[in-house]
């Protein structure tokens, strides 16, 4: 009742008064049109049964007679009287009563006398409402003149009063049922919902941070406002947390990216420059599923770093549309704004047809350049027929980003990765104003090893179109450099990491792509992560005493299989982990249309069957395979409940899995397994570095990891998050695009030239 103001109650008070006077008026007025038609129709049955009998008298001059019957009739229910016409309108006969009211012939007689009708009127006659029915008289071809029938109508008013009188109370009492169930209708509906959502509002201003579901019922009428809400509360989330987060970095004398470092940084550096991400995966993914449409977003760092990027500048994504409902969720031009809940920037889906996407991204790009790049001995696969396909999808991804950067001055571009070599080259060279920056997520072999590709030249030289190259780590750069110096004509600055070509500068320097670690807090939780353990081996039916995990796209890269022998001699050497230690392998399936991948799923399977056939028994397993795509909410229970994670990888441009394990590690516990053939080996020197291939020393590691001192784990795991934690996904985005947004480029130098030129003539 608080939150209804009497105007509300007014005017609903009114609004329903009004509606049922107009009922009332309309009942009694049809409640007096049925009372009028009755006493017409009663007046004339009178009138016809009289008629006969009056005719007669007249006919025979037997008025005596006719005084009699007319009396007769006199008392009955209503009836005032009744009277006889001549055609003159003299009296023959009246009633008694009727007499000295009559004294004159009513107007309605004299019509009926005059146009030979029946006629009838309602009427006052001393005062009185009164009936009057005209019946016109005749014997068989004469006018004998007319009878009238005179009826009290003063009842009809007595009744319609009554009428009003009852529908006016019952629409009283309507009305307040209808305002006392409406004031009950808003009160459980709304009043309810309205005071939760605004104690949980209240409780997000003040920072006592409320469940994130909004207390609002699940009905459609109040989903927008939800929606709505909830999207306003994780904004307001968000730059508190951020805030404060700058707040205590500050207090710190730290300086850490954030995201809104990142954000007010760029935005700064691009002005009024806008910017353009390419990339094969999209951002995000439209899938139907029956009725309905399902949006995700692919488990990558590379959206959480660049979103807020292109947020902040208005910009565009460029990516293949590969969802099955991606079509049905574009506009006209093949574009949405995302995110979907809080629309900021425009993604451009490029569609592929079925030929594109097998010779370009299944051929080229992952049966060619992937195995090309990585050591680990899968045999690249070149076929002409792909690499055409190749330059072809490159050159349409090149169009549609020209076309979207044609209203767009000095455009800053981020290509991404193997799938788009030749992009850079495309876009200089009909946008020389554009900076342009390529980064390379997976390693660059050396000179010998990329030499085997057919067209190594015509890769190099597309990637040279670029201002700016970023790989992972120094080495993948010098790698680069030396495949450049031996295939180009080309100049090559060995202090600066730059190579000239044909008046063109690249510079080619080392961005170590990371992960969001804005969730860390500087001390850990330091949450005990016993529960969880026993409830995920509890939900697997597995019982054990310790836990590993590895997390992985089934890919020939990744050492599974390496992995899996590891753990068999780990079990046979120290038998006394039987029973007591499971290792949890969460595979996502992979680009399960090529048949090496194919393959290796069903090899994975087996080699995981084989194991566990040799050591289980009772509830306990050896290794439990998960291989299907779990979501980063999934996976990081896993993450927080192991005591050591297994990175394997043959070879790994940097390799995420190994930083998410230590981001998630806010108990300071658990030990990091990881291969020295990955990126990410170059920065975590704290965990246990091991050559994959050595299936002994893997193994010892894992025995080293689950017998480590409490306190040896928690200096190596601070360390390590100490590391990534200033070293994040942020860092990585700002030095990428700051270094690109500083160079100087070719266009500029030569306006520069020219000006000079300009002034030294003038
Ligand atoms: C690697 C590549 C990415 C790629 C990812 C997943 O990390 O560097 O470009 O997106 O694998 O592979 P997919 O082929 O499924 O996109």
């Not at 070149?382 to 209203?407: G, H, I, P, T």
């Not at 068999?568 to 090529?594: D, M, N």
């Not at 080699?607 to 289980?616: C, L, S, T």
């Not at 200096?715 to 934690?725: C, N």
């Amino acid at each position: 009742m608080r939150l209804l103001s009497a105007r509300l109650i007014i005017s609903l008070i009114i609004g329903v008064m009004l509606v049922s006077l107009c009922a009332s008026e309309y009942e009694v007025w049809v409640g007096k049109r049925n009372l009028r038609r009755d006493l017409q129709r009663r007046a004339e049955v009178l009138a016809e049964s009289l008629a006969g009998n009056v005719e007669r008298d007249i006919e025979r001059g037997a008025f005596q007679t006719l005084r009699k019957t007319v009396q007769h009739f006199a008392h009955r229910e209503n009836l005032i009287g009744m009277a006889v016409y001549d055609p003159q309108g003299h009296v023959i006969a009246i009633t008694n009563d009727l007499a000295p009211r009559m004294a004159e012939t009513p107007p309605v007689v004299l019509d009926t006398l005059k146009d030979n009708h029946e006629a009838d009127a309602f009427q006052r006659l001393s005062g009185q409402p009164v009936h009057i029915s005209v019946l016109p008289l005749y014997s068989p071809g004469k006018f004998l003149g007319a009878l009238a029938i005179v009826h009290d109508a003063g009842y009809i008013r007595a009744q319609s009063l009554r009428i009003w009188h009852e529908t006016f109370l019952s629409g009283l009492a309507q009305v307040v049922l209808i305002v006392l169930i409406t004031l009950l209708i808003v009160r459980w509906s709304f009043e309810g919902p309205i005071a939760r959502t605004a104690h949980w509002m209240r409780a997000l201003r003040t920072g006592h941070m409320p469940s994130p579901r909004i207390g609002v019922p699940d009905v459609e009428l109040f989903r927008p406002l939800a929606r709505e809400v909830a999207t306003f509360a994780q904004s307001l989330n968000t730059a508190r947390t951020a805030a404060e987060r700058e707040a205590r970095l500050r207090a710190e004398g730290q300086s850490q990216w954030t995201a809104e470092k990142l954000t007010l940084n760029l935005h700064a550096r691009l002005g009024e420059g806008r910017m353009f991400v390419v990339s094969n995966r999209e951002p995000y993914i439209h899938m139907r599923r029956g009725k309905s449409v399902e949006v995700s977003v692919p488990p990558s760092g590379l959206v959480t770093a660049l979103e807020p990027v292109l947020c902040a500048c208005d910009g565009t994504w460029l990516a293949h549309g590969s969802g099955t409902a991606d079509r049905e969720t574009v506009d006209r031009h093949n574009r949405l704004l995302v995110p979907p809940d809080d629309p900021r920037y425009t993604l451009r889906r490029i569609w592929l047809t079925k030929e594109e996407e097998e010779g370009y991204y299944y051929g080229f790009a992952n049966e060619g350049l992937w195995p090309l790049c990585h050591i680990a001995h899968t045999r690249p696969i070149f076929r002409a027929s792909d690499w055409k396909q190749y330059q072809a999808v490159n050159r349409k991804f090149a169009d549609a980003l020209l076309e979207e950067m044609k209203d767009s001055e000095k455009p800053v571009v981020l290509v991404q990765d193997y799938h788009f070599a030749l992009l850079p080259r495309m876009i200089k060279q009909k946008r020389p104003d554009a900076r342009v920056a390529i980064f390379w997520h997976i390693p660059w072999p050396n000179q010998e090893a990329f030499g085997i590709c057919p067209w190594q030249r015509e890769l190099v030289d597309g990637l040279l179109g670029a201002d700016l190259i970023g790989f992972h780590i120094q080495s993948h750069c010098t790698n680069f450099l030396q495949t450049a110096d031996r295939v180009m004509e080309s100049r090559i600055d060995w202090d600066h990491f730059t190579v000239q070509r044909r008046g063109h500068t690249t510079t080619v320097h080392p961005f170590p792509i990371s992960v969001d670690v804005t969730e860390l807090s500087p001390e850990g939780s330091g949450e005990p992560v016993l529960d969880g353990r026993s409830g995920l081996l509890k939900s697997l039916d597995i019982e054990a005493l310790f836990l590993g995990v590895g997390v992985d796209r089934l890919d020939y890269t990744k050492g599974i299989l390496e992995r899996f022998l590891a753990l068999e001699r780990f079990f046979e050497k120290y038998p006394r982990y039987q029973g007591q230690f499971t290792f949890v392998q969460i595979g996502a399936p992979s680009r399960s249309h090529l048949k090496r991948y194919h393959d290796l799923e069903a090899e994975v399977e087996a080699e995981a069957g084989r194991i566990n056939w040799r050591f289980q028994r009772d509830k306990w397993r050896p290794i439990v395979l998960l291989n299907r795509q779990h979501s980063h909410k999934e996976i990081e229970p896993y993450y927080k409940a192991a005591d050591l994670c297994l990175v394997t990888s043959l070879h790994d441009g940097m390799n995420l899995v190994a930083k998410e394990f230590v981001a998630a590690r806010d108990d300071e516990s658990g030990v990091l397994i990881l291969s020295i053939f990955t990126g990410a080996a170059r920065e975590l020197h704290d965990a246990l570095q091991v050559n994959p291939y050595d299936i002994d020393q893997t193994a010892e590691a894992i025995r080293v990891a689950l017998e480590m001192d409490p306190e040896e784990k928690q200096a190596r795991m601070q360390h390590m998050r100490r590391v990534i934690r200033e070293h994040n996904i942020y860092r990585w985005a700002g030095s990428l695009i700051s270094e690109l947004c500083e160079l100087r480029l070719d266009s500029d130098e030569r306006a520069d030239g020219k000006t000079h030129l300009g002034a030294a003539a003038a």
